[in-house]
């Protein structure tokens, strides 16, 4: 079992930047491919970007590219998502993801774990 806690979110004005954080505990973090998704209100929950384990393979939507970056830091159980140049079209609920298998890094209900969620407002 996986257990992952999102931090770091808040209200941001158009243009700013946030970091989010997922700390992860239990099974051998370095072991599972991390993800971050977003919801907005009245949309369906979508592909923000991935990480391989072995950080060799990472995909971005193409909405992001460019302005968002994933990390992960093994030693510290943790995968980061540092989002510059937000836009208010940024704003969601970002949830962070993992799983052991390493393909379809964009498919949802491929992650085995989630965290809660954690808000993003992105002011005009």
């Known amino acids: 079992q996986v257990q992952l806690v999102e931090s770091g979110g808040g209200l941001v004005q158009a243009g700013g930047s946030l970091r989010l954080s997922c700390a992860a505990s239990?099974?051998?973090?370095?072991?599972?491919?991390m993800g971050w998704f977003r919801q907005a209100p009245g949309k369906e929950r979508e592909f923000v970007a991935a990480m391989y384990r072995s950080a060799n393979n990472i995909y971005y939507a193409d909405s992001v590219k460019g302005r968002f970056t994933i990390s992960r830091d093994n030693a510290k159980n943790t995968v980061y998502l540092q989002m510059n140049s937000l836009k208010p079209e940024d704003t969601a609920v970002y949830y962070c993801?993992?799983?052991?298998?390493?393909?379809?890094?964009?498919?949802?209900?491929?992650?085995?774990?989630w965290g809660q969620g954690i808000q993003v407002t992105v002011s005009s």
């Open positions: 993801a993992a799983k052991i298998v390493e393909f379809n890094p964009m498919v949802a209900n491929l992650y085995n774990y």
């Open positions: 239990g099974r051998t973090f370095s072991s599972y491919t």
